[in-house]
């Protein structure tokens, strides 16, 4: 498999990871409970609207930028120049995520796993991308 195929691939496997989102908007508050207190052992999730509001947004913008992510990969030849974009715009929103996880003192797990693998996916985005231009 050449280093260009890999990159659409790996863009495209994240697009459809982060589509998995969209449903989540629809969830009921009860729902959302259980995942947060019983699952994810932070506590009764909290019952205002702001709370709602959040976590339902949030969602539906995960699911915006897997949509954005899919059509690049869908027209490759065309949007392949937005790879090394998506994989910095990954890269410093890993950094972000993993001061805000800091901030709100998610579990320690956490913290050490969703920033830092999000920037680590960007790396190796550029990586691929960098790879598939030498090879061109």
Do not use: K, Q
């Amino acid at each position: 498999m050449t280093a260009d195929r890999a990159l659409c691939l790996l863009l495209r496997l994240d697009a459809l990871v982060v589509l998995c989102a969209a449903p989540c908007a629809l969830l009921p508050v009860p729902w959302m409970d259980f995942v947060h207190d019983r699952w994810l052992g932070l506590g009764p999730f909290p019952d205002s609207p702001i709370a709602r509001y959040m976590a339902r947004s949030l969602s539906l913008v995960y699911a915006l930028h897997g949509a954005t992510v899919l059509a690049v990969t869908l027209n490759w030849d065309r949007y392949r120049p937005l790879a090394p974009v998506l994989a910095w715009l990954h890269i410093v929103f890993g950094l972000g995520m993993l001061a805000v996880d800091l901030d709100a003192r998610v579990p320690w797990y956490w913290a050490a796993t969703e920033g830092p693998g999000i920037a680590t996916y960007g790396a190796v985005l550029l990586l691929l991308y960098r790879r598939a231009n030498r090879a061109r």
